[in-house]
């Protein structure tokens, strides 16, 4: 028997023990080492989610240790250290076959459509293992930090799609732990100016560690601010990692000619309307674009990235708890007291 965190309806988490499952032929069994909360887990706790039928057990940023593999499974063997890509392409349809697994119209994904991390074991599907959602985690890299490969992927992803580059100005909407991520990708890749703002000071303190200009922009005109280091230009790169469409219609007024927009938070399904004002883009020759998880490769990548060293992962870890606190650590996480909790069952 093995102790899983399962969602029984909203708001209803309970441990239960529960039989280890065993792998199909071509499924993997893991034991579990690490989950990360995410906010989704918080929106899926209290609101469900179209996608999930309960009893289910959440959590998609995961990383363990291989336990048994389906007697067809190639290329991975009992006690290889995992981190499993929570969304799972297709690996047929149009989108797949151009390389945007993330657009595949058939995705299912790890902790929605099968269960997930917040448990002693889970089984990844076949099509996670045939997708290549199942890397390796490189040498030197913990459980802890491989978990935060998924968050990571989703931001390379976006700024993948945002066109950052070299001597680029990057403002960031949200200076939550995906706020941050930004910053730091940002500064890797070549960012000159890296601007992070939010309106909770305690999330500012918190995300100082990324060397990116802090702005409480409640406290301070961030149009006015920006013009002033621009020279009136503006940033290259906006892009907003908060769900608030007030902070959408604002991002329009902060980007340069030519530069893009990233609406990398999704607005709530009841109200998901923000109001533009289109002229900036016509006269601007900007672009809008937006963001939605990331494919197995930018999984790879983002551990790659962990494995080189240049992301403090240990400033995104606020705290771990064991399986028995996941409601509390959801709640902290709501709260916005910490960053990232991760759960080791
Ligand atoms: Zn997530
Ligand atoms: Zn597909």
């Known amino acids: ?17 529960r039989i280890i499952p065993s792998p199909g032929d071509h499924e993997i069994l893991i034991r579990i080492k690490s989950c990360a909360i995410c906010g989704t ?70 902790g929605y459509h099968f269960d997930g991390g917040f448990a002693e074991y889970m089984i990844v599907p076949e099509t996670a293992v045939k997708n ?57 890749i070549g960012a000159s100016k890296v601007i992070l703002t939010d309106i909770v000071q ?11 200009i802090t702005i409480n922009s409640k406290e301070i ?30 991002s329009l007024e902060l980007v340069a000619k030519r530069g893009s927009v990233n609406f990398f938070g999704g607005l709530p399904k009841e109200s998901p309307f923000a109001k533009l004002n289109t002229n900036i883009l016509h006269y601007g020759e900007s672009f809008i674009t937006g963001t939605h998880g990331s494919t197995p490769l930018h999984n790879k990548m983002a551990l790659e990235f962990i494995a080189s060293g240049r992301f403090q992962i240990e400033r995104y870890i606020s705290k771990k708890i064991p399986l028995e606190e996941l409601e509390k650590g959801l709640k902290e996480v709501e709260e916005r007291k910490a960053m990232k909790i991760i759960v080791n069952p």
Request: aromatic share 4%.
């Open 132 to 188: 290549g959602c199942v890397n390796k985690i490189p040498e030197g890299v913990s459980f802890d930090h491989a978990a935060i490969a998924e968050p990571l992927a989703c931001v390379i992803n976006g700024q993948q799609l945002s066109k950052v580059e070299m001597g680029d100005t990057v403002l960031i909407l949200g200076a939550g732990p995906i706020g941050c991520l930004h910053a730091e990708l940002a500064k890797n």
């Open 41 to 110: 887990d918080i929106k899926v706790y209290h609101h469900g989610h179209k996608h999930i039928v309960f009893p289910r057990v959440t959590g998609h940023e995961l990383s363990g240790i291989v336990e048994k593999i389906g007697k067809d499974v190639v290329g991975y063997k009992e006690g290889d250290r995992v981190a499993v890509a929570p969304a799972i392409p297709c690996g047929s349809c149009y989108y797949c076959r151009k390389g945007w697994q993330s657009m595949c119209d058939n995705l299912k994904a790890i």
């Open 221 to 250: 005109n961030l149009k006015e601010f920006l013009a002033d280091i621009t020279n009136g230009r503006m940033a290259d790169r906006v892009i907003v990692a908060v769900g608030v469409p007030e902070a959408q219609e604002q």
């Open 202 to 212: 305690q999330r500012l303190e918190m995300a100082s560690f990324t060397g990116a």
């Open 1 to 17: 028997m093995a102790k899983a965190a399962v969602l029984k309806d909203i708001e209803r988490l309970e441990i239960e023990d």
